[in-house]
């Protein structure tokens, strides 16, 4: 049963060609807004807390600070209206789910940048 619903995902579900990235890295998601008959195009920049899931139902959680409001956003890999991705800093984190981050403010709130 499980090899017929991948073989399913891996046939008809598109895949969305977006770059690699991890949890610690800062990126800016542009993507597709419907307001009645218009489209435009946002994005959404900050730090990526955690990435979920495998195949089609993986997600992944950005974190940006919105004055003195945190503000979440949970993104699915494969969502048709994200036109592309941008990788703005590679963060040097030890953990993949860094929930810790939400607790941190000011130069706390920093994470170091890694170096190749």
Do not use: C, H
């Not at 503000?71 to 984190?93: A, D, W």
């Amino acid at each position: 049963m499980m090899d017929l619903i991948k073989f399913v995902q891996d046939e008809f579900v598109t895949k969305n060609d977006l770059p690699e990235f991890a949890a610690g890295d800062t990126i800016t998601v542009y993507y597709e807004i419907k307001e009645g008959n218009k489209t435009r195009t946002q994005f959404f920049r900050g730090v990526v807390i955690q990435k979920r899931g495998n195949g089609s139902s993986e997600t992944f959680t950005i974190r940006k600070m919105s004055g003195t409001v945190g503000v979440e956003r949970i993104f699915p890999i494969n969502l048709p209206s994200i036109q592309k991705i941008e990788i703005n800093k590679k963060g040097k984190v030890r953990r993949a789910r860094i929930f810790y981050f939400r607790g941190l403010t000011g130069k706390k709130a920093r994470i170091k940048e890694r170096r190749n």
